[in-house]
């Protein structure tokens, strides 16, 4: 891996050249109040690098809230017509979690049945990582992922002070970069890592993350799913914000003219209460509990034992979010732990 470095304002200068070129949408993160997100840059001034976790992650990229998959007309078979906008983007400023949780999705949309809407999107991306440089008191991320983020990052930034040190870790990566400021890197090894772990967790995860899936089966009739359960209001704010969940549903919008109609494709989540329904209306996990209980198995076991690789990224934001102070991992294996 080439490891470089570039000062900060040749970095915002060189990414304002590659949005005054639009050769790609160019993404990052920016102000909303006294929050963060992800939005369209219009200048390199507007991209704040500073922050402690974004509202959504950027996962809404690639499988947007609501996204057109078809159009057609009614009645006529041949009138379908696939429907997928993947114009090129570039985001900027996406922390390692994130980027762990993406190659998470990345596996859940391409092996099986590829999904062309989410990979199409995915294959013309690009994505500058980064390490926080603000602490968030409900993140727990070093507790549960490993170096998956690399797997999926083009370039990662680490920060320095007055300077980011770049490293370069694909060909798409290297080539952005061309006609940037960039010098050849004089930072150790040592001061590197130090960097990119200078901003400690503010949580931990109370068991190791390898022995998760075992302790999920052994506690599966624990009274924390019923406990939780009761504080729970179903509202889905949890597995909405999450990076790693990924159920939608899928329905037709038809004009009152009837002349034309569309395939869409929404998010869905697992703690809301139709979110089981099937035919004839029976609710397989109609009970609040059980539904919070397949939540934190999917996040702790069934990812796991499928992928290698938790669930969660331990970003908090699905604690932040939760009304009932009740979502949050740390929580529930603390519960657990607290009341064996």
């Not at 590659?18 to 001034?45: C, M, N, Y």
């Not at 983007?89 to 762990?100: K, N, R, V």
């Not at 400021?181 to 390898?210: F, Y």
């Amino acid at each position: 891996m080439e490891i470089l470095k570039i000062s900060k304002k040749d970095f915002i200068s060189f990414i304002e050249k590659r949005i005054q070129e639009r050769t790609s949408r160019t993404i990052g993160v920016v102000k909303k109040g006294d929050h963060f997100a992800f939005g369209d840059l219009e200048s390199a001034g507007e991209l704040c690098m500073d922050y402690d976790v974004t509202i959504l992650p950027p996962k809404k990229y690639f499988q947007p809230p609501k996204e057109v998959l078809l159009k057609f007309q009614p009645k006529k078979a041949d009138s379908y017509v696939a429907v997928n906008n993947c114009d090129p983007i570039t985001i900027i400023g996406i922390h390692y979690y994130d980027l762990a949780a993406i190659y998470l999705m990345d596996r859940a949309f391409s092996e099986g049945e590829r999904d062309d809407h989410y990979m199409e999107k995915r294959e013309n991306s690009l994505l500058i990582g980064m390490f926080p440089t603000k602490h968030f008191k409900h993140r727990f991320s070093r507790s549960v992922i490993k170096d998956q983020y690399y797997k999926v990052a083009d370039l990662m930034l680490v920060d320095m002070g007055d300077e980011y040190v770049i490293e370069v870790v694909s060909e798409k990566g290297k080539k952005y970069l061309e006609g940037s400021s960039t010098k050849a890197n004089d930072h150790s090894i040592k001061e590197i890592e130090e960097a990119k772990g200078k901003i400690k967790d503010d949580q931990k995860l109370p068991i190791p993350v390898e022995l998760t899936p075992d302790y999920l089966n052994k506690n599966y009739d624990h009274k924390v799913w019923e406990h939780f359960g009761e504080k729970c209001f179903s509202c889905g704010s949890c597995v909405l914000v999450c990076p790693t969940c990924y159920c939608f549903d899928v329905h037709e919008e038809v004009e009152l003219s009837l002349a034309e109609g569309k395939r869409v494709r929404v998010w869905d989540g697992c703690l809301l209460d139709d979110f089981a329904v099937v035919a004839d209306g029976h609710n397989f996990r109609k009970e609040r509990g059980s539904r919070f209980r397949h939540r934190i198995n999917r996040k702790g076991k069934h990812l796991p034992e499928r992928y290698g690789y938790w669930g969660c990224v331990g970003c908090g934001r699905c604690a932040d979010a939760c009304t009932a102070d009740i979502a949050g991992p740390v929580k529930v294996f603390k519960y657990i732990e607290e009341n064996k």
